[in-house]
């Protein structure tokens, strides 16, 4: 019986064409949006779960409010990991990170350097706690020596190869010498330390053996042992501002008390973030690589969730529209002995046929479209082919989608009464119109949102191009790593100052793009009280770092080389002076200083106050920034004239190979390094495109189904009014009328949801769009156009048929 079924389905299925063929890529489409988005959202959930007893570490992160600023960090001071272990029995082991940033690296007795991104200091319990296994090397000395490193593969075998390493000299910043002491395998995409290819012994950094509590710089990871609950653990952890940090402050503050502390409003609080969290629910001011967000999450799930559903409503209307066609074949059937029993499992298994079909042409899609879609969402992913559950899972939800598709369709064909319908009265056994209109009604409510969506998204993101920041990002050239060129670093800056497509430079290690930065507490004159902290941004510039940015000096003068005295000598921004509780005039000449511990502490003058600019995400609020005199030798900013980019880039490629001969040539552009700040915006709004054009695409085939529905039901009505006058643009009219009715109540369904959802995405932003009435006007008005022109060729075609044919259908 099932043979012959499927035998019947297959015929029925070639017997219309066309809307097989609609069917299957509507259900193809949906599905193969389902695969993408499930295999992105798997992947996200994955991050940092292959390390060894992963439900079990945690990263220790500070809430610290101080002077004014506020910090979210996911770094705690350098004694935090040693008190720990020492103070707490539920801890079983700790690591911790020191980020290096980026630095040029060279095997000993070679002349050219390779720069490698993302180099960190790293205790020597890093293999043991996070399961990492070397390629070569013994993991108990490994990182236990001062001077010491270890290497990923792809980083060693730039150098030496894997096997070759072990024991082998090189360079960091042609100074520092280090000893290959192991090589590890390059570490998984979707984990946190992914981008990292270089880990220093912490044991030779001076830093992380300072007791002091007052500088959190320190990535700081414990692991539990498996009886512990994290829930009992987090009163003892704050016990440690107790018995730490205060006796730690007061060698500082004599006169400060907890309660003075908070009375001033400061606080210190750590947490426990487990390690698999990180990814998905961390947005601290430090990370140790881009996280992504839950909320990202789910709204690609519940797009996914939208787009097979849809297809699968698609399918429905489709199937009712050509229902009107089996009728009599139903009425045959039941004449016949068949039982409705039956008869839904004819259709139903119809239904599966398809889904399956749409399956094979889904995955064939997902093949065609994954490296693009890779592309767009900055992923890696492949399908799973040797996965049994991956198959599983797709066969399983193949078959449901079939039952839930076919379903509607099936009940409906099998109630079909036979008598009426031989009799060709198809007309009160179609019914179901509310149904089939709440369908389309969901459809379209679901595209408007969608649209509403993308709209925001876009909007968001082009204020964040086109918002003052106080600064001028377009045109200026970044040039890395000027330390290379070694103690010719000002002739290296005039010589490019020289060139004519040139406007200026300057010489900083301190940029508003995404880079690692610390505040520092500073004091004003006569004051040591923790009532009077100032929490501050200490940038080091030269004298053209402000005409070089474009910033504005609201009070005072930059600095000037011709002023000895400018050595000591700072140019805060308007958030400092929030903190000071002064104007910009009564600012300059107060004196302020980091040598709170110092009888003769040494004081920086204000000379100038400059503009607030962002120098962090629009996420985060403006904070205390000072810009100080003595220009480091970290990067370059060169501001270029408008024309030819590419030959004044190489015009300072070639005064680089002058300075730094064998040293790579490492730029960006800082508009570019700006966006990376909110490149995951970036591709949600990108993927809001695609997957939004997809749903109104499917949305699309369900109304073209509808209306070829209700155009064959109302082929006589039709007649009877050309008959009597009617004009084919006012039948057109009133058919598509009945439609728009069902697109409007669905706009005014998704409006409401999608202006709640989309205020709670910008609620991440500190400086943010409102949403204007506009935006559902536009997306109405979008939605109406698409459903005119969907419906209107339906509509045109029943209307221009020659009412005599339609006066004798039966």
């Known amino acids: 019986m099932f043979k012959n079924n499927i035998k019947i389905a297959w015929r029925s299925l070639k017997k219309q064409p066309f809307f097989t063929f609609l069917n299957t890529f509507g259900l193809a489409i949906g599905i193969a949006g389902g695969i993408l988005i499930a295999l992105f959202i798997y992947d996200e959930l994955s991050y940092d779960k292959m390390f060894a007893d992963a439900e079990r570490i945690y990263r220790v992160d500070s809430n610290i409010k101080f002077g004014g600023a506020e910090m979210k960090s996911a770094e705690a001071a350098a004694p935090m990991a040693a008190t720990m272990q020492r103070d707490f029995p539920q801890v079983e082991s700790t690591v911790r990170f020191r980020n290096r940033g980026s630095l040029l690296l060279r095997r000993t007795g070679t002349e050219t350097n390779t720069k490698e991104p993302r180099i960190t200091f790293v205790d020597s319990t890093f293999f043991d706690f996070f399961g990492v296994k070397l390629l070569v090397g013994d993991k108990k000395t490994a990182l236990v020596e001062p001077n010491t490193l270890v290497l990923t593969k792809t980083a060693a075998e730039k150098h030496f190869g894997v096997q070759n390493a072990l024991g082998q000299s090189m360079l960091l910043n042609n100074t520092d010498t280090y000893t290959v002491t192991g090589v590890i395998d390059d570490l998984p995409r979707n984990s946190f330390l992914r981008e990292h290819s270089v880990f220093m012994a912490m044991s030779g950094y001076a830093d992380s053996h300072d007791p002091n509590w ?144 749409s399956l094979l042409v889904a995955l064939v899609i997902t093949l065609l479209v994954l490296p693009l879609f890779n592309d767009l969402a900055g992923k890696s992913i492949s399908l799973p082919y040797s996965s049994p559950f991956f198959w599983g899972i797709l066969l399983l939800g193949t078959v449901l989608l079939g039952l839930f598709s076919g379903s509607y369709p099936a009940f409906f064909l099998s109630r079909f009464m036979p008598v009426k319908t031989l009799k060709g009265d198809t007309q009160g056994t179609a019914g179901g119109g509310n149904i089939r209109n709440a369908l389309v009604v969901f459809q379209f409510a679901i595209s408007v949102f969608l649209i509403v969506g993308t709209i925001v998204v876009y909007q968001q993101l082009q204020f964040i191009q086109s918002k003052d920041l106080g600064f001028t990002k377009d045109q200026i050239l970044l040039v890395d790593d000027v330390f290379a060129v070694g103690d010719q670093t000002q002739s290296f800056k005039d010589e490019i100052v020289a060139l004519s497509q040139v406007e200026n430079s300057t010489l900083s290690f301190y940029f508003p793009t995404p880079s690692s930065r610390s505040n520092s ?52 921004n308007e958030a400092t002076l929030k903190v000071l509780g002064v104007g910009p005039e009564e600012a300059l000449g107060m004196r302020v200083s980091q040598d709170v511990e110092l009888e003769n502490p040494e004081f920086n003058t204000i000379i100038g106050v400059v503009k607030n600019f962002h120098y962090e995400s629009l996420r985060e609020n403006i904070g205390s920034l000072g810009l100080f005199f003595g220009g480091t030798s970290g990067s370059l900013a060169v501001k270029l004239n408008p024309g030819d980019f590419s030959t004044t880039i190489a015009d300072i490629e070639g005064i680089w190979n002058k300075f730094a001969p064998g040293q790579p040539f490492s730029y960006d552009f800082m508009d570019d390094s700006f966006n990376t700040t909110y490149e995951a915006e970036q591709r949600l709004g990108k993927i809001f495109v695609v997957f939004t054009i997809l749903s109104i695409l499917i949305a699309c085939l369900g109304l073209f189904g509808l209306a070829a529905f209700n155009a064959q039901k109302r082929t006589k009505e039709i007649g009877v009014r050309k008959v009597l006058g009617a004009t084919v643009g006012q039948i057109t009219f009133r058919l598509t009328t009945d439609f728009l009715k069902m697109v409007g109540v669905a706009i005014l369904i998704s409006m409401p949801i999608g202006w709640f959802a989309m205020n709670k995405w910008l609620e991440d932003f500190s400086y943010r769009i409102e949403i204007g009435w506009w935006v559902f006007v536009l997306a109405a008005i979008l939605a109406v156009g698409v459903a005119i022109l969907t419906v209107g060729y339906q509509s045109i075609r029943a209307a221009v048929v020659n009412p005599v044919k339609s006066l004798r259908t039966e």
């Open 521 to 572: 507490s500073f004091f004003p004159e006569g004051s040591r009280n923790q009532e009077d902290a100032l929490q501050m941004q200490t940038w080091y510039v030269d004298e053209d770092y402000i005409p070089t940015m474009n910033m504005d000096l609201i009070a005072g003068r930059n600095f000037n080389t011709d002023f000895p005295t400018d050595s000591t000598a700072v140019i805060v």
């Open 214 to 357: 007052g500088s959190n710089n320190y990535f700081t990871f414990i692991k539990l042992i498996p009886s512990a609950n994290v829930k009992d653990f987090q009163e003892p952890l704050n016990g440690i501002v107790d018995d730490y940090i205060f006796p730690w402050a007061q060698q500082y503050f004599p006169g400060m008390t907890k309660e003075s502390f908070i009375a001033a409003g400061n606080y210190v609080n750590f947490y426990t973030q487990p390690l698999t969290d990180i990814h998905l629910y961390s947005h601290r001011d430090a990370e140790m690589s881009a996280n992504s967000s839950i909320q990202n999450v789910y709204i690609l799930a519940f797009i996914g969730l939208f787009l097979i559903v849809l297809a699968s409503v698609n399918f429905m209307n489709l199937s009712t529209a050509q229902s009107l066609k089996r009728a009599k074949e139903v009425g045959v059937r039941k004449t016949l002995g068949s039982k409705k029993l039956d008869l839904i499992r004819q259709f139903l298994i119809e239904s599966g046929l398809i889904s399956f079909i």
